[in-house]
């Protein structure tokens, strides 16, 4: 328990600005206060799945806590109605967030183009890919975030949504992506964004 104490606690002044970044990313609606709380039980949710038995030895605590951070923001912004997807992005942190973005939504297929276009078109295109993302049902919505924005590797999503192998979710995966890429495909032609 000491060893989790001390990682804690390195890991909660290390991963602090990537979390707050990444929430504001998705749910740009929750105040500051909301997102210091959410982090605050992250943490704390970790700690009694510890005490519970339900974390593994292996386990990669910046991605476990960004995912239950996720989760804990999704049943916020439910409770306030607030809608999943981008926010504006207004100060260099933002843009760092989203040229990482970027670089996860270049990762998932290429479906938003090249490198020649211009910085609005650039935005515009990773606004129509986190819209439509957010619109996927589950478990694909669940899939592609876990592995693409919380880090998580197919073993751990496996285990999360109790599929019965790792071949079974990397079928399910590759329809997800189909999936994904028609949504944000149509999504861009119908705002004649060139793909």
Sequence with gaps: MQDFHSMASELYDSLRGRFVNFIRSRFGQLDDEEIDDIYNDAFMAAYDNIQAGRVADDTKWDAYIMRIGYNQATTTAKKKAIFVGPRQHDDEDDEEQAERRWDIAVSIGDT?????????????KIDVLLRELAKLKPPCATILTDYYFGGLSLGEIMDELRFSSIANLKVKKMRCMESARKLIGTALANLSIAI
């Excluded at 183009?113 to 935005?123: F, I, P, R, V």
């Design 112 to 124: 938003l183009g090249g490198d020649d276009e211009d910085e609005q078109e650039k935005q515009q």
